[in-house]
């Protein structure tokens, strides 16, 4: 029989979309060639799907020649273990803040514990509760609420946590066009080049740095 289809990963495909007249030729031209060329091999591709959107709309019959899977958000274990892994690397002890609106199963646990350190158990399940609720799945929304509630200056070789509070994002409404066009290029495909940024602007080095 004929041999088995090879399997090629294509990791971060984004990278294919530019943010340029045309921009979405290339992509569309790669997904045609997946598809094209299914019989001898298996394509394996990941994309962000804030550019996935973006590419249903700019090219839905290209996009509409593959088979998509989302991958399942990561649960709230695993947030926790991410963000506790990445803060290892400092040092530093942690110090969780009780919040002032805790629900009276939260408070019925705290009064029973006893020491310092079952209370402070208790606040960090509910921190890491709250973070993942907030952040929806998101991995990058979960660090960014983390780092918004810590407080290096509270005590020396520690770091106090407070309680997570929603990121409001009214500002984007106040960005001039060329920083609003740079911010949806970081959210669709991660990158923009200040050679990129030049080039789609007309400016110069300096003036896209």
Same mark, same amino acid.
């Given at each position: %029989?004929?041999?088995?289809?090879?399997? =090629? /990963?294509?990791?971060?495909? &984004?990278?294919? /979309?530019?943010?340029?007249?045309? %921009?979405? &030729? $290339?992509? *569309?031209?790669?997904? !045609?060639?997946?598809?094209?060329?299914?019989?001898?091999?298996?394509?394996?591709? !990941?994309?962000? &799907? #804030?550019?996935?959107?973006?590419?249903?709309? @700019?090219?839905?019959?290209?996009?509409?020649?593959?088979? !998509?899977?989302?991958?399942?958000?990561?649960?709230?274990?695993?947030? +926790? *273990?991410?963000?506790?892994?990445?803060?290892?690397?400092?040092?530093? @002890?942690?110090?969780?803040? +009780?919040?002032?609106? /805790?629900?009276? $199963? =939260?408070?019925?646990?705290?009064?029973?514990?006893?020491?310092?350190?079952?209370?402070?158990?208790?606040?960090?399940?509910?921190?890491?509760?709250?973070?993942?609720?907030?952040?929806?799945?998101?991995?990058?929304?979960?660090? $960014?609420?983390?780092?918004?509630?810590?407080?290096?200056? #509270?005590?020396?070789?520690?770091?106090? =946590?407070?309680?997570?509070?929603?990121?409001?994002?009214?500002?984007?409404?106040?960005?001039?066009? !060329?920083?609003?066009?740079? /911010?949806?290029?970081?959210?669709?495909?991660?990158?923009?080049? $200040?050679? +990129?940024?030049?080039?789609?602007?007309?400016?110069?080095? +300096?003036?896209?740095?």
């Amino acid at each position: %029989g004929s041999p088995p289809p090879k399997v =090629v /990963l294509m990791e971060h495909m &984004e990278h294919l /979309l530019l943010r340029a007249p045309g %921009g979405t &030729e $290339l992509l *569309g031209d790669f997904l !045609t060639f997946q598809a094209r060329t299914n019989r001898n091999h298996f394509w394996v591709s !990941t994309i962000s &799907e #804030s550019a996935w959107r973006y590419v249903l709309k @700019a090219k839905p019959a290209a996009a509409g020649l593959v088979s !998509t899977r989302s991958l399942a958000l990561p649960s709230r274990a695993v947030t +926790e *273990g991410l963000i506790l892994t990445r803060h290892q690397r400092s040092g530093l @002890a942690l110090e969780f803040a +009780e919040p002032s609106d /805790l629900n009276p $199963l =939260v408070r019925r646990k705290l009064r029973r514990t006893r020491g310092e350190k079952s209370k402070q158990a208790v606040l960090k399940a509910e921190f890491f509760d709250r973070i993942h609720r907030l952040s929806e799945g998101s991995i990058a929304m979960a660090i $960014l609420l983390w780092l918004h509630a810590l407080d290096f200056k #509270s005590r020396e070789g520690q770091v106090r =946590v407070n309680p997570p509070r929603s990121v409001r994002f009214t500002f984007v409404e106040e960005l001039e066009l !060329t920083q609003d066009f740079a /911010l949806m290029a970081f959210m669709e495909h991660g990158t923009l080049t $200040l050679a +990129e940024y030049a080039d789609i602007f007309l400016a110069s080095g +300096e003036e896209a740095w």
